[in-house]
């Protein structure tokens, strides 16, 4: 089993997709089940709705799980494993207040060292501890030796017992900490690999800690993702352009176009435009970037606009509010001159033509006779007749022809010919000029 494991507690974002991607397609490939696991157990974190929201995204992102689930409900088992480790004296009672800690931290910091615990609650006496009516969290004794794991991206690692420390696994509240409770869950959801972005790489010990004290022994393997960057240099953030994936299909990315571009992303892949379908065939974990992963905006819309011009000719218009493949192949043309990448920007090229047009002063006159001609002319099939009948009914020429002819068809002063465009409109003239 894998799983994905999201915080119900902001809008989902590109590598929070990323993981859930990477998830799906191993869980295909290693034909086992994908969990979700909504880690709820934050409870002033949470936002309402958010948890429904991301599974709304998984699924229109065609990524296929057997269940969903939420942290909360296995707190209760959380806490007992915690009574039994401290039953065995592997976890203890800390009376050292967040004042206290946060003083010895500060230290810590002004002396260049990192902090770590000063295990002054570890050898409290039974009376030290049964008399103090004081709020304690609850702590798990460090390892005795190293962790050691082989993450399948960052090949071997090892933390020492310092690095582990001895961290809290239960708050005052007695609620579970995250690395207690993620721990405990993937043992009790038997997950075999986790992947997950390389900010969690130093949770990962504790966890480890955490199932070896509870006697767990079965391996479960851990990747993690590199980061992924902005232009800048710096771990993408919330105000960077194509990090949330609300905005990014607002804008008019397509589900598949992200995803194409998420698997290539820091990847071998075999070509540039591809499906997730076809990605689960030669998609290889062990093969993607060890080092961070700049993300290009460009990039992405030079895919989306090769997506969009795979879709079906009737389908692409839909996306632009037709039901016509005259106007789906009209999209192309924006689409293959570059001048539209997204639903968003094609549904303005499209519309601009047949909204009312504005015409720069010196064209006005033109375009008033030019329009005058066009909304007596009889149909013409083909766009040669269509322009020499305007050509001889308005006496224009050269630009006052070509420049009006194109603002009162398309709206704008440039965009692909009006000689390509002319079969997918003519039988909209009478809408387009008005
Ligand atoms: N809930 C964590 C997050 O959203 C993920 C934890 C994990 O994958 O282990 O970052």
Not at 38 to 55: F, L, M, P, S, T
Not at 62 to 87: F, P
Request: proline share 4%; hydrophobic share 40%.
């Amino acid at each position: 089993m894998l799983r994905f494991a999201p915080s119900p507690t902001e809008d989902m974002h590109i590598a929070d997709l990323r993981v859930a991607l990477f998830n799906y397609i191993l869980s295909v490939q290693k034909k086992e089940d994908l969990l979700i696991r909504i880690e709820d157990i934050d409870k002033e974190a949470n936002v309402e709705g958010k948890d429904k929201e991301i599974i709304g995204l998984l699924d229109l992102f065609g990524i296929k799980y057997s269940n969903v689930m939420y942290q909360s409900e296995n707190v209760k088992h959380h806490r007992t494993m915690a009574l039994s480790l401290l039953h065995e004296k592997i976890a203890f009672n800390c009376f050292c207040t967040p004042a206290t800690l946060e003083t010895k931290k500060e230290e810590a910091k002004a002396n260049n060292k990192a902090y770590s615990y000063d295990e002054a609650c570890l050898s409290l006496s039974p009376e030290q501890t049964i008399d103090n009516e004081d709020a304690f969290t609850v702590r798990l004794r460090k390892p005795s030796v190293d962790v050691e794991f082989t993450d399948l991206i960052n090949a071997k690692l090892s933390f020492s017992p310092i690095e582990v420390d001895s961290f809290i696994i239960l708050h005052a509240d007695k609620s579970p900490t995250y690395n207690f409770a993620c721990a405990i869950d993937d043992m009790l959801a038997d997950i075999t690999m986790v992947i997950r972005d390389e900010d969690h790489l130093s949770n990962t010990p504790k966890q480890i800690a955490v199932r070896a004290a509870l006697n767990y022994t079965k391996e479960i393997q851990y990747a993690h993702l590199p980061n992924i960057l902005n232009g800048s240099g710096e771990k993408m953030s919330k105000s960077d352009e194509g990090f949330n994936l609300k905005s990014l299909l607002e804008e008019g990315f397509l589900p598949e176009a992200i995803i194409n571009y998420l698997v290539f992303m820091g990847n071998k892949a075999p070509q540039e435009i591809f499906s997730l379908k076809d990605a689960l065939e030669w998609f290889d974990l062990s093969k993607i970037s060890k080092s961070p992963v700049t993300f290009d905006i460009d990039k992405l819309r030079f895919i989306n606009a090769r997506h969009l011009d795979l879709l079906d000719d009737i389908e692409l218009s839909r996306y632009v509010g037709f039901a016509d493949a005259d106007i789906g192949k009209l999209a192309k043309l924006y689409l293959n001159s570059q001048e539209a990448s997204t639903t968003k920007e094609l549904k303005a090229k499209i519309s601009a033509i047949f909204s009312d047009k504005q015409m720069p002063e010196e064209f006005a006159q033109a375009a008033s006779t030019m329009k005058a001609v066009i909304k007596n002319a009889p149909f013409f099939e083909e766009f040669n007749d269509f322009k020499s009948y305007i050509m001889k009914e308005s006496g224009l020429k050269e630009d006052f022809f070509f420049t009006p002819l194109q603002l009162l068809l398309t709206g704008a002063p440039n965009g692909p010919e009006v000689e390509k465009m002319y079969p997918f409109i003519k039988n909209y003239m009478p809408e387009i000029v008005k």
